[in-house]
């Protein structure tokens, strides 16, 4: 299974990103997508994640300024982030796994956000 994430890059306080992350269409299709990020010397965390049915789901430090989404005819998973700052600089991961939480547990290769301030 292949997870491929993109959109990352450098962005100053305050400005907009889109990741990306497209997924094989049998997984996307059953799989709960989601975003994590690691900075350095952190563990990773859980930052959005949506079902199927597109019930959605987000870290407290993350609402009201990020949006998950689906495009489920192009198996693609988007992080809207927005009004973002300093301290979301991190390595952003996606993830599928099956809603229930036990079985696969895909992840894509990472893409890097740096935020400035």
């Known amino acids: 299974v292949q997870l491929q994430a993109s959109g990352g890059g450098l962005v100053q306080a305050g400005g907009s990103l889109r990741l990306s992350c497209a997924a094989s269409k049998v997984i996307f299709s059953i799989s709960r997508m989601a975003w994590y990020r690691q900075a350095p010397g952190n563990q990773r965390e859980f930052v959005a994640s949506?079902?199927?049915?597109?019930?959605?789901n987000y870290a407290d430090s993350v609402k009201g300024r990020f949006t998950v989404s689906r495009d489920n005819a192009k198996n693609t998973v988007y992080l809207q982030m927005d009004d973002m700052r300093p301290d979301d600089t991190s390595v952003y991961y996606c993830?599928?796994?099956?809603?229930?939480?036990?079985?696969?547990?895909?992840w894509g290769q990472g893409t890097e956000v740096t935020v400035s301030s």
């Open positions: 993830n599928a796994r099956p809603p229930s939480g036990e079985g696969y547990n895909y």
């Open positions: 949506i079902l199927s049915g597109g019930s959605t």
